[in-house]
């Protein structure tokens, strides 16, 4: 992978983009940009280009680029709060990838370092 410092849409995204593309339609990856780790974060007008030189779309069609947002602490986004539901807080930008059932419900967290895992949970959850 491409050795960078910005956390919105590198390897580990990609990687799931392209891992889980047998999922088509059933699978929308949310990109959710945040200055909390080491405000490492782009410039919010560069991060579509950004995103867009790895391949992935950021409007919909698999891939979606959100609002940059706050995951933890009192200003943390809903949907944050949401997925971590009361666990602990995300420690670096890639430790934390949700898988979301058709149901809206959280079928399971996972870090960079558990991608086969995240891929077992993703089977599970599309074939629902």
């Keep these: 992978p491409p050795r960078h410092r910005h956390g919105t849409a590198t390897a580990p995204p990609r990687h799931r983009h392209g891992r889980h593309g047998q999922h088509g339609s059933a699978l929308e990856i949310l990109l959710y940009p945040s ?20 391949g992935l779309p950021t409007d919909g069609g698999g ?16 949907v944050w709060a949401f997925l971590k539901a ?4 995300v420690s670096w930008n890639f430790a934390a990838f949700f898988v979301v059932g058709k149901d809206g ?4 967290r996972f870090s960079s370092r558990e991608l ?9 959850a599309v074939a629902a």
Aim: one cysteine or more; hydrophobic letters at 40%.
């Design 105 to 108: 419900q959280v079928v399971g």
């Design 63 to 78: 891939c979606t680029l959100m609002a940059k947002v706050e995951v933890n602490g009192g200003r943390e986004d809903p």
């Design 116 to 124: 086969d895992a995240c891929g077992e949970a993703l089977a599970v």
């Design 35 to 54: 200055d909390e780790f080491g405000r490492q974060e782009l410039p919010t007008a560069q991060i579509p280009a950004f995103v867009a030189k790895f």
């Design 86 to 89: 009361g666990g602990k807080d």
